[in-house]
Structures are given as C-alpha cells and as structure tokens.
C-alpha cells in the first residue's frame, strides 16, 4: 500500500497565493466587463452636454438643482458613520473640494452654450494636464522631468484647440468658451484630489455626496428658482432621469469598475467622452468643429497616454530602487 506524503508549506508561505486562485477567465471575464463599464459611463457623460445645451433651466439653476438631488440622495443611501468627518482637516477639505466641483460644473455648463458641446469636451480633455502640473505638486509630488515631453504634446493640443475657437463656426463666442472649459479643467483637477484625500478615510459614496452637496449649496445664490416654476411637466421626469444617471449611477459604477481595469484601459476610456460629444451635438443642434479642433484633442489625448506610461514607469522605476536599497 502506497503511504501519502504531506509536504508542508514553507515559512512565510502560507496564504501569499490565495489573491491569485482566480481562474485566468474569470479575470478576463472582469476585466472585460469593467472595461465595457467604463465605456457606457463616458457615454452618459458625453450626453450631458446635450441636456445642458437644450437648456431647460438656466445653467446655474440647472448645475445647482442636479447637485442638490444626487448628493442628498447619496448621503441618504451612505451609512451615518461614513459620512462624519471627525476632524477640522476633513470638513475643511470636503468643503473644498465641494467648491472646486460646484465651480467645475457651473464653468463646463457655461462653456458648453457658449462653444459648443465638442468644443467644450475637446477642452474639457485637457484634465490630466493640469493634474500633472497643479494637482499633484499640491500634494508634495514632483512632476518628473521625463514627462516634459508629454506635457509639451498638451500644450500644442491646447494651443490648436484655442486657435482652432477662433475659426469655428458653433456657438456665440467659441474662443471665450474654450478658456472657461480650460479653466473648468484646472478647476476639476484641483478637486479630483479628493480621491487620494478624502477616500481612503471616509470612502467613495460619502466622498461623492459630500462633494455634490456641497457643490451644489455652493451654487444656490447664482440659481434662478423661479426658473424651475416654467418648467413643462414632461420636462420634470428627463431631468431626473439625467440627474440619477450622469451624477449618480454612472460615477459609482465607474469607481467600482475602475478597480478592476487596468490603468491604460481607465486612460484609453477618456477618449470615448470627448470622440462622442461632437456627434451628439451635430445631430441635436448642427454643430460643427474643425479640423485643427479635431488635431487638437489628437494632441491632447495622446499626451494624456503618455503622462500615464511615464508616470507609471517612474513609479516602477522608484520601487526598484527602494528594494535595492532595502536589500
């Protein structure tokens, strides 16, 4: 009769396989429907342009109204205790970064009936950019030098997006529209760092709530409420379904995709928004962008890529080097 054999595991072995068990389809099962969730998220957001130059509701009133509903119904549905902010930093950063969305929301509706729903994405695109040179400085991070190059691509795709407004034929005055989506951008940078401040304390639901409530109390003074009384009735139940859909629904399936994506996919998703934007707005209202607006976003989003190639390699490149140090 044939004794078994039981080797044991070595030390400091045990569990370190368990995060890799997961059969290699069922990872590429994952990843495949994240990245199909992160398309059809881009796709809602590149809709909104087409509620916001329909113009129902004044922009202010409509920016304030939809960040007023999705962040109560968000904190609604966000536990009690996620939604404290035990010290001073915390309330102090949440009303920032509520400020910043407030503002980058009321700036891209502006620039939208100004320049154009392509247009207004096209420079809306710039956001990764401005991350790089004003956000993560914000925190302490060094913009390396090998992202200069990249940084140069964004710079000419913003420098043909500007120059392309002043020949460009949608909107009542392109080129001011352009500068605010631009300024809209820094702006949103500036409060996408909510993500590496206030997630990891209090979580991506009361983050989000927060942020909206915040943004859209902020706005409240500029909002023409009497605006809402004009309103047909048919009206009311498309405002509603936008609002639960751009600002609600679509942002927590984008972060829950995102987690299982990989980072060139989350990159290669932001094309879809701005390669959209335009269709929608030459079948709904005839608009038109030109060719140089075109190159342009080309610029601009391949500058986008390649930041997030570089900035990934420097963080390779530091890891390695801390372990060769550690050893």
Not at 94 to 110: D, K, Q
Not at 285 to 308: D, F, M, P, Q
């Amino acid at each position: 009769m044939r004794r078994r054999v039981h080797f044991a595991p070595a030390r400091g072995t045990i569990g370190r396989g368990r995060a890799d068990r997961t059969p290699a389809y069922k990872k590429d099962r994952l990843v495949r429907r994240a990245i199909l969730l992160l398309a059809l998220c881009q796709v809602v957001w590149s809709f909104g342009g087409v509620i916001i130059r329909w113009e129902p509701l004044p922009p202010s009133t409509l920016m304030a109204t939809a960040l007023l509903i999705s962040g109560s119904l968000l904190a609604l549905l966000t536990p009690r205790h996620r939604l404290r902010l035990p010290s001073w930093r915390l309330r102090a950063e949440a009303l920032g970064f509520g400020v910043a969305n407030g503002a980058t929301n009321l700036l891209m509706a502006t620039a939208v009936t100004m320049a154009g729903i392509g247009n207004a994405s096209f420079a809306f695109a710039s956001l990764p950019l401005w991350m790089v040179l004003v956000a993560r400085p914000l925190l302490g991070d060094r913009v390396p030098s090998r992202a200069i190059p990249a940084l140069a691509i964004g710079a000419a795709g913003i420098g043909l997006l500007l120059l392309a407004g002043r020949g460009s034929e949608s909107g009542d005055n392109v080129l001011g529209g352009l500068v605010i989506a631009l300024v809209a951008a820094v702006i949103g940078s500036v409060g996408a760092l909510a993500g590496r401040r206030l997630v990891p304390t209090v979580g991506v639901d009361a983050t989000a709530a927060w942020t909206m409530l915040v943004g859209g109390l902020v706005l409240v003074p500029f909002a023409d409420w009497r605006a809402l009384g004009n309103l047909v009735w048919w009206v009311v139940p498309v405002l509603l379904v936008w609002v639960g859909a751009h600002y609600i629904l679509a942002p927590v399936t984008y972060n829950r995709a995102s987690v299982t994506a990989p980072a060139f996919v989350i990159a290669v998703a932001t094309f879809v928004n701005p390669a959209l934007s335009p269709v929608w707005g030459a079948i709904f209202y005839g608009e038109r962008v030109t060719i140089l607006a075109v190159g342009g976003l080309a610029l601009a989003l391949s500058a986008n890529v390649l930041l997030l190639l570089t900035l990934r390699g420097a963080r390779a490149t530091d890891s390695a080097t801390e372990l060769e140090a550690e050893a």
